[in-house]
């Protein structure tokens, strides 16, 4: 994987961590967030599919896990799967100023067409 995806898959897409509330549970969460990035930069993406819906089922508008989600899909092949779920993280204000989000959004846009 290039420099430049891996670093994309590092950006914090979910906002200022001092804006939330840290609980148990956003702990774990934000720990099953690294793990799906570093299957993510190993190229396990199927390992990496289900840590994301396990974050996706608890709360399922979290921008980060929609977008580690959609560039998972895109990687498995499911463009289609892929552009609702960078489109859903594209919702969140704080995702729309991340380029590695609108990027992976027109790569699958780029794919559909």
Not at 3 to 9: D, E, G, N, T, V
Not at 89 to 113: F, P
Request: hydrophobic fraction near 40%; proline fraction near 2%.
């Amino acid at each position: 994987m290039t420099q430049k995806r891996m670093h994309s898959l590092t950006t914090n897409t979910a906002g200022s961590k001092s804006q939330k509330s840290t609980t148990a549970s956003n702990a774990a969460e934000d720990e099953l967030i690294r793990v799906a990035k570093d299957l993510i930069v190993r190229e396990d993406y199927t390992a990496a599919w289900n840590v994301c819906n396990d974050v996706l089922n608890a709360h399922p508008d979290r921008p980060e896990a929609l977008f580690l989600m959609g560039f998972t899909l895109r990687e498995l092949g499911k463009v289609g799967l892929a552009y609702q779920c960078l489109r859903r993280a594209l919702s969140d204000e704080t995702a729309r100023k991340q380029i590695n989000v609108w990027m992976a959004y027109g790569a699958c846009l780029h794919h559909l067409c």
